[in-house]
């Protein structure tokens, strides 16, 4: 008799894909089996993540357009949008400083042997002498040393050798696209020519825009005219939910396969780089983790109790099934309708607050992306001898801010954002090959923060719009 009470949780089975994609990698980096791992495990880690962007923008657009169409008067739109917004800033510049503080104090990109750190600052000093538009961070110069002439020559013939990978020069040219745009280009590229066009790039401000917009006209629609269309939405909205969480079922291979195929490319066949990477994944993981857990179990919590009343314990229970979803999915879109649950079910916040405020902050509000970004930042600096000022510090804070808005709402894309900090500060933005491998389980991990932080701006929303029945512990 089968019941399915003795099936392993979803999560458990992600965290024993991970360990598994681990310890794969390690048999297959000794034993160089690197090509079979490529051809033939790697892929799979690619299709998930290509699924899961098939799904995110239909499903932002439609929560989008659900939430307008279920406010009580389109009044509260602009008052809402302006709380919302507001809120969701300030505890970005939170999360992105808080990150750069523990970054600071743990030092993770130091604890690395001496040898695979000045390997990385030849690298470095490669890049700097082929990009000369680039200002220097520091006057150390290991190329014009003749001590290091030896593995200068080495480095080079290895760097001659490699070729930069589909994934690394997708976010490249997506980058350098960016750089093209004008000082109002942030502002113009709201608003949309071809909605079509903008669903197919993933350009997720025009689509929220146009969602308002859509939802907005429809409630001004009468209703018998309106009630189609609203239905049509609704059941959409449910079709694209449901494809998540069938999609989600197979995860854990999928996992296995991300972890897998990225640190056999990063670490190719040499087993003591491997051991050095996997050391600075430890540290530079650890510190990540920790920003994460103190924004996730102590600063929301802080908040919510400050502007509403509602207790720690209460608060965290009703957002648990949330975050474990955000944990499993690595995307805070996906976990929309369960966030929406917990808040409407747990803390009785109205359907018109989840439907407007949550979407929003799938999209704009990425705390734990920021948080991430700034140590990560920070951290391949240190593990490339960098030593960046405190000015240096704070463009980091800013640019991580303004990046953090409007990325898409699925795994892994902060690091197209990582590029836009990187190059911020002067460093090279192909940086972020190294930290791919672990960026999975990092991923799960800020996408809890992420959702943990929407909830606790919807229910604040909530409390000062008198949308919210009950704080009571």
């Known amino acids: 008799m ?21 310890v794969y990698a390690w048999f297959a980096v000794a034993n160089n089996w690197i090509h079979f ?21 239909p499903l932002v657009l439609f929560s989008i357009i659900s939430g307008i169409i279920s406010l009580k008067d389109i009044t509260q739109l602009g008052r809402m949008g302006i709380k919302t917004l507001c809120l969701y800033l300030v505890t970005t510049l939170f999360s992105v400083s808080l990150g750069l503080v523990y970054v600071n104090i743990v030092k993770p990109g130091e604890n690395q042997s001496l040898e695979i750190r000045t390997e990385k600052r030849i690298e470095y000093e490669i890049w700097l002498s082929e990009n000369p538009h680039v200002e220097r961070v520091d006057d150390i110069n290991f190329l014009s040393d003749p001590n290091f002439s030896e593995k200068i020559a080495e480095v080079r013939a290895r ?91 197979a995860m854990p291979f999928f996992v296995f396969a991300l972890m897998a195929g990225q640190i056999v490319k990063a670490a190719g066949s040499d087993p ?42 209460k608060f965290l229970r009703s957002v648990k099934d949330a975050q474990i979803t955000a944990f499993s999915t690595s995307s805070s879109v996906a976990t929309l309708p369960v966030t929406m649950g917990c808040l409407e079910n747990n803390l009785k916040v109205s359907k018109s607050t989840t439907s407007f405020v949550l979407p929003i902050g799938a999209t704009v509000n990425m705390d734990g992306t920021s948080l991430y970004q700034g140590i990560a ?21 800013g640019t991580a801010t303004l990046a953090s808005i409007g990325a898409a709402a699925i795994p892994s894309a902060g690091l197209i954002l990582m590029m836009v900090v990187l190059e911020s500060v002067g460093l090279n933005p192909l940086w972020i090959a190294i930290i791919f491998p672990i960026d999975r389980i990092l991923d799960m991990c800020r996408t809890v923060v992420n959702v943990t932080g929407d909830a606790s701006v919807a229910a604040i929303i909530a409390y000062s719009e008198n949308e919210i029945n009950s704080v009571d512990d």
Not at 2 to 22: C, R, Y
Not at 211 to 223: C, D, Q, T
Request: glycine letters at 8%; hydrophobic letters at 55%; aromatic letters at 12%.
């Open 2 to 22: 089968k019941s399915k009470n003795k099936n392993l949780a979803l999560h458990w089975q992600v965290i024993i894909g991970l360990v598994l994609g681990g």
């Open 159 to 249: 760097i001659k050798g490699e070729e930069i990978t589909g994934w690394v020069a997708d976010k490249v040219n997506k980058r350098a696209k960016e750089k093209t745009k004008g000082p109002l280009s942030a502002l113009e590229d709201v608003f949309s020519s071809n909605i079509f066009r903008s669903l197919t790039d993933s350009k997720m401000l025009q689509i929220i825009f146009f969602g308002i917009l859509f939802g907005a006209v429809l409630s001004m629609i009468p209703k018998e005219k309106a009630k189609p269309v609203m239905d049509l939405v609704e059941g959409l909205n449910e079709v694209f939910v449901k494809m998540v969480m069938v999609i989600m079922k």
């Open 272 to 313: 003591d780089k491997f051991t050095e990477l996997m050391k600075f994944y430890l540290w530079y993981g650890g510190v990540v983790i920790a920003g994460l857990v103190t924004m996730a179990f102590i600063f929301y919590p802080i908040i919510v109790k400050i502007f509403t009343g509602l207790g720690f314990r």
């Open 377 to 397: 930042v920070v951290a391949l600096a240190q593990f490339h001898m960098v030593d960046l000022s405190i000015l240096q510090q704070l463009i980091i804070v």
């Open 37 to 57: 791992t490529m051809d033939y495990i790697n892929p799979f880690g690619n299709i998930f993540i290509n699924l899961l962007k098939m799904i995110a923008v």
